[in-house]
């Protein structure tokens, strides 16, 4: 069954430091989403991505984030200069969202630990 | 706002029992989904809902979308050990692709 993978599956980094993390989504899906969850709360929306472009952002989303399709197959959430408070489990996810579908599918988190 | 309330927070039950939990919300929901999510891993989702009033079920799973789109609930018959974990519901209004996740209901069942 296709799923959606996501590397590393944990990073650490200093901070001020820039970060990368990287998913696959599933093949036939058209957006693509990042959410992150700091331990022990609820999932927070980051960001949607349909036709290279942002589609949707949350208030989280500030400039020191951007995500990027670099080739046909990943999906990358870059966060420019890191602070304490993003230490947090990072998903990737991606629907088909279209006909009858919003169904969207997690991969299984980065979990980033800024020191 | 765009707020779910998720009920209850945690839940302790015996192997067998049926368990339920809902979510409600002051704003209208389009599309109701419901996720298991286990200690480090992923949201796995386990049921969608997508017209008021529905009722589906997945195996000892069934979920409604309540008739006022604004809740939702999941109930688990015969819950066996493998049922333990955080159960989230999450809603997508109109026009958006951002889905709003309840604060979870945490299930531990006791063999």
């Known amino acids: 069954e296709p799923e959606v993978t996501q590397t590393p599956s944990h990073q650490v980094t200093q901070m001020g430091q820039e970060v990368i993390l990287r998913c696959v989504p599933i093949?036939?899906?058209?957006?693509f989403y990042w959410y992150r969850q700091i331990l022990g709360q609820k999932v927070e929306f980051l960001v949607s991505f349909y036709n290279n472009e942002i589609s949707e952002k949350s208030e989280i989303f500030d400039d020191q984030f951007s995500v990027e399709r670099p080739d046909g197959s990943n999906f990358t959430l870059k966060i420019r200069s890191t602070k304490l408070e993003d230490s947090a489990m990072y998903f990737c996810a991606s629907s088909e969202f279209q006909g009858s579908s919003y169904e969207q599918y997690f991969g299984p988190g980065t979990r980033l630990t800024v020191t | 706002g765009q707020q779910l309330n998720q009920s209850p927070q945690s839940m302790f039950i015996q192997e067998g029992e049926d368990v339920s939990m809902n979510c409600t919300s002051s704003?209208?929901?389009?599309?109701w989904l419901w996720y298991k999510q286990d200690p480090g891993e992923g949201p796995v989702l386990l049921i969608a809902l997508y017209k008021a009033g529905e009722l589906t079920s997945n195996g000892r799973l069934t979920a409604q979308f309540g008739i006022t789109r604004k809740d939702s609930f999941l109930n688990i018959s015969a819950s066996i050990p493998s049922d333990v974990g955080i159960y989230f519901c999450?809603?997508?209004?109109?026009?958006?692709?951002?889905?709003?996740f309840g604060k979870g209901t945490k299930l531990t069942v006791n063999p």
């Open positions: 999450a809603g997508l209004q109109g026009g958006s692709e951002k889905l709003v």
């Open positions: 704003s209208i929901f389009n599309t």
């Open positions: 093949s036939n899906h058209l957006y």
